[in-house]
């Protein structure tokens, strides 16, 4: 599998932080409870920085397709309770997730590509189970939309992403029957995190 982010790994978190400061952090963070007790589920978790503050409360699995990114959560987490796993995420426990959580990796996959990874999540989730999304929306103002045609453009040409818009993903995951408890704006409705529970 080649590794689409081993170019920008190093530094990926750096320049997230120059240009949206802490924000991006905070919409992955935002919803963070006490996690002691639970098992989580990540998936492209990327690097992994921004749950190193609290990695000791983190147990479960940690899901990369990126092995330069992989290799440096693998590091940042080094002291939570995760395993981490190269590669495209199957269930092996089925009922065994408390929460899963999918920060700023849905916007890089094909549709199809997320209708079968909310498959794989729904075997592997607890009754009661929730999905953690943190993501960008559609931009709100003009400057927003450079930005995010920008991004887009770049992560193409640095990344090979798929896709050149961003996801529908309300009503995939209601069409996967999962139902919005909870959300949180950022950077004026940009960029926001929710939760989602199964119908
Ligand atoms: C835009 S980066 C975001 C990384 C991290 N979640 C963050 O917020 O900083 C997307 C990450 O998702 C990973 N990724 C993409 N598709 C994936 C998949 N199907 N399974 C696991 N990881 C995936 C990529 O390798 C990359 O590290």
Same mark, same amino acid.
């Given at each position: 599998m080649k590794d689409h982010y081993s170019f920008l790994a190093p530094f990926y978190n750096q320049l997230s932080k120059l240009i949206f400061d802490d924000? *991006?952090?905070? !919409?992955?963070?935002?919803?963070?409870?006490?996690?002691?007790?639970?098992?989580? *589920?990540?998936? #492209? #978790? #990327?690097?992994?920085?921004? +749950?190193? =503050?609290?990695?000791?409360? *983190? =147990?479960? %699995?940690?899901w990369e397709i990126s092995k330069a990114m992989l290799s440096k959560a693998k590091s940042n987490l080094g002291e939570s309770g995760l395993s981490f796993h190269l590669g495209y995420y199957?269930? %092996?426990?089925? #009922?065994?997730?408390? %929460?899963?959580?999918? @920060?700023?990796?849905?916007?890089?996959m &094909?549709?199809?590509e997320i209708a079968n990874l909310l498959g794989e999540i729904s075997k592997s989730i607890t009754p009661g189970g929730?999905?953690?999304? !943190?993501?960008f929306f559609a /931009?709100?103002?003009?400057?927003? &939309?450079?930005? @995010? &045609? =920008?991004?887009?453009?770049?992560?193409?040409?640095?990344?090979? @992403?798929?896709? !050149?818009?961003? /996801?529908? +993903?309300? %009503?995939?995951?209601?069409?996967?029957n999962w139902k919005k408890s909870s959300e949180k704006e950022y950077v004026k409705a940009w960029v926001k995190a929710q939760v989602w529970e199964k119908n």
């Open positions: 924000q *991006l952090m905070q !919409a992955k963070t935002y919803f963070v409870e006490d996690l002691s007790n639970k098992k989580i *589920l990540i998936i #492209g #978790g #990327g690097d992994g920085l921004d +749950y190193q =503050s609290f990695q000791a409360q *983190l =147990s479960g %699995e940690y199957q269930v %092996e426990k089925e #009922g065994f997730f408390d %929460e899963v959580w999918l @920060h700023f990796v849905l916007d890089t &094909r549709d199809e929730r999905i953690y999304l !943190a993501d /931009p709100q103002n003009t400057f927003q &939309r450079i930005m @995010h &045609r =920008s991004m887009i453009t770049f992560f193409r040409i640095i990344t090979q @992403h798929k896709r !050149a818009s961003i /996801p529908d +993903y309300e %009503e995939i995951l209601v069409a996967d």
